[in-house]
Each structure stands twice: as C-alpha cells, then as structure tokens.
C-alpha cells in the first residue's frame, strides 16, 4: 500500500457519460497530480493542484476538469467521454520539497465502450 | 519538454548489466527514477539533484551530470524482479517545475 488511494479500481462506461475518479494524497502531501496512461504508453501530466489550488496544467482535454478539496483528496471529472478517453489514470501526491519523489495510486482503469 | 530516453527497448539474461539514459537540452534542477510493472503503479526509485551526486538503491545506482543535463541508470547483475519499464523524470525547478516524464525504457530480465 503506497498510501494514496484511487477509487474505484476499475470503470466501464458508455461513450458520451460522464465519471469521477477520486484520490486521497499520501498523509502530510499537500500536492496531487493526475496522470493518464493510454494502453503501453508513457504517462501523460493532466494537472496538478497544491494545497486546493491548481498549480500546473498539462495536456488535459476541456471536457476534463479537476479539484482538490480542503481535505485534500482530489476528483478528476471527465464528461462526454470517447472511446480514446479509455485509459489507465494514476494519481500521484508529493510532500513538494526539494529531494523527494512522487507516490503513485495503484491507478482507475477506465474502459467506454 | 519531454526529456529523451535511451535505449527504448533492451533485453538481458539474468545477471547482466543495462544502463539506461536520460537526457534533456534544458537546464535540469533534479532527475528522478521510476519502475513500472505492467499494469502496476509506478514506484519511485530515487531522484538525483543538480551536482552531479551518484545514488544508489540496493543493485540499482544511477548519476547525473549536471553539465550535459544527462542521468544514467544502472542496472547490474539484474534480477527478473528487475523486469518493467522504466521512466525517468525531469524538473527544472526546485518545486518540481515542469516536471515531464520521458517516454520510458522497456527492460525484460530473462532466465
């Protein structure tokens, strides 16, 4: 257990819904990030949010938004989802001082069909 | 900018060395290590700041050279454990500013 939780697991979805995936940062991380990892590929930075507020955005999709709550657990949304939206999702937390690493969640499997 | 990754794709018998490379033509602050099992979370290694420092993680060490903004990764008398993909990473801050992982290196570890 490396400590951050993402939930659910797994997800199978229709084209054009909408879902949440959730993660709890590793205790005493203020930063979280989101990942997606199409099938064998690298990982992709979505966004990450420090302490609540959104710090840095990647190549994250307009139908995708994020948050981070005051208790520091995170919600990516995606809506209006497509078949090329199925993907491992990862998030990752860090305590964000000089010298340390991230810690990954075991990730979301998301399948549309 | 994603850094670039060498070799893509490298397979060993048990025991012998690998050495993989990371390398950026931006100003690096630090350079992590990950490992991915397929299918698995990717777990961190180690991460290697500015100064050219050499760290090391049970057979796994790695370096970076702060002039050619470049880290290797050393893999010797490998282990199937050691099978996944690896990832390295780079941030240019010391916030983890624009931290961007780079494609990645395929190792298989065979008997």
């Known amino acids: 257990d490396s400590g951050v939780t993402q939930t659910p697991k797994h997800l199978i979805t229709a084209t054009g819904q909408r879902v949440t995936l959730r993660c709890s940062p590793r205790?005493?991380?203020?930063?979280v990030y989101w990942y997606q990892q199409s099938l064998d590929q690298g990982l992709q930075f979505l966004i990450q949010?420090?302490?609540?507020?959104?710090?840095a955005k990647g190549n994250i999709l307009e139908r995708f938004s994020a948050q981070q709550f005051p208790d520091l657990h995170s919600e990516l949304n995606l809506s209006s989802l497509e078949l090329g939206d199925s993907a491992l999702y990862f998030c990752a937390s860090s305590v964000d001082r000089p010298g340390r690493g991230y810690t990954f969640g075991s990730g979301t499997r998301l399948t549309v069909v | 900018q994603q850094p670039v990754q060498s070799p893509q794709a490298v397979i060993l018998r048990e025991g012998e060395d690998a050495v993989i490379n990371c390398s950026s033509s931006?100003?690096?602050?630090?350079v992590h290590w990950y490992r991915q099992k397929h299918g698995e979370a990717p777990v961190f290694l180690m991460i290697l700041l500015k100064g050219g420092e050499q760290k090391g993680h049970e057979k796994i060490s790695a370096s970076f050279n702060e002039k050619k903004q470049q880290s290797s990764l050393y893999l010797t008398a490998s282990q199937l454990s050691y099978s996944g993909t690896y990832f390295c990473?780079?941030?240019?801050?010391?916030?983890?500013?624009?931290?961007?992982f780079g494609p990645g290196t395929r190792l298989s570890v065979l008997p």
């Open positions: 949010y420090y302490n609540g507020e959104e710090r």
């Open positions: 990473g780079t941030e240019r801050g010391d916030y983890g500013q624009n931290f961007v």
């Open positions: 931006k100003a690096l602050y630090s």
């Open positions: 205790s005493g991380d203020l930063s």
